[in-house]
């Protein structure tokens, strides 16, 4: 990695923090993480080792629970590294092809919404389940919601965004 790799890291990590930021001004209870479709950009189009990989999913998970107003932020500490190597591991073990970033940003939002959510729910607010009786599936069930169209709209990012960023750092070499 050179200092424009770098670069692109901190564009992206940038771009992804500010828009995150925007989102959780709407102070709404749970707030899509767009964030991962840009580290998840970052990952697959410096490549990435395993390492840097976990190093930015923690980066990236510590920004989260500065800026993120969630159930339990701290739990953003382990489901965005989660989320990295998940994409690390599916961009590199699918063959070369149009779709491989989105599905891979699909597949680690999905991975880090779930730990996000098991944790949150399970430590950062136990009364949770006091308060809602009934209402705790439709809840669930509004979380599972989010993560899901959070994942579609990050593959999409992700995948419409990957050969544009990938060329850029290509035609700076």
Do not use: W
Not at 35 to 61: E, K
Not at 97 to 108: C, H, I, K, T
Not at 120 to 131: F, T
């Amino acid at each position: 990695m050179d200092s424009r790799d770098y670069f692109i890291i901190a564009c992206l990590i940038l771009a992804g923090t500010v828009l995150r930021f925007f989102l959780v001004l709407f102070n709404e209870p749970i707030t899509p993480n767009i964030l991962v479709a840009f580290y998840g950009l970052a990952i697959m189009v410096v490549g990435l080792s395993f390492g840097q990989s976990l190093i930015l999913g923690f980066l990236s998970g510590s920004i989260m629970a500065l800026i993120s107003q969630s159930i339990f932020n701290p739990a953003f500490l382990l489901s965005e590294p989660v989320g990295a190597v998940v994409c690390l591991g599916v961009f590199l073990s699918l063959p070369p092809s149009p779709r491989r970033a989105g599905f891979a940003v699909f597949l680690a939002t999905l991975a880090s919404g779930i730990v996000f959510s098991a944790i949150g729910l399970s430590l950062g607010q136990i009364p949770v389940a006091d308060h809602l009786h009934d209402q705790l599936v439709g809840f669930l069930s509004l979380f599972l919601i989010v993560i899901l169209i959070t994942s579609a709209i990050n593959g999409t990012i992700s995948g419409l965004l990957y050969p544009k960023v990938r060329n850029f750092r290509n035609a700076t070499r």
